[in-house]
C-alpha cells in the first residue's frame, strides 16, 4: 500500500508495524465515522499521517 495523496511516497509493509497501525487508524476511522457523532475528521488524518511518517523512519532504521 502506498499513498502519494496523503503525502506518503514510500510503500508500507502491511506486516509492519506502520502497516499495522494504517489498518487499525482506517478501521478506526470508518468506526468513528458511522457513529453519528461529530469529529475532525482532517485532523484525524493529519495526526494518522505524522506518527506513520515516524514509525517508516523507525522501520527504516531498524528500530521499530
Same mark, same amino acid.
Given at each position: 500500500m502506498s499513498d502519494t495523496a496523503g503525502g506518503r $511516497?514510500? =510503500?508500507l509493509d502491511p506486516n509492519g508495524p506502520s502497516g $499495522? %497501525? =494504517?489498518a487499525w487508524c482506517e478501521a478506526e476511522f470508518e468506526r468513528r465515522r458511522n457513529t453519528g457523532?461529530? %469529529?475532525d475528521e =482532517?485532523?484525524?488524518?493529519? =495526526?494518522? $499521517?505524522l506518527v506513520l511518517d515516524k514509525l517508516q523512519r523507525l522501520e527504516e532504521e531498524g528500530r521499530a
Open positions: $511516497e514510500r =510503500a $499495522e %497501525f =494504517a457523532d461529530t %469529529f =482532517a485532523h484525524y488524518r493529519q =495526526a494518522m $499521517e
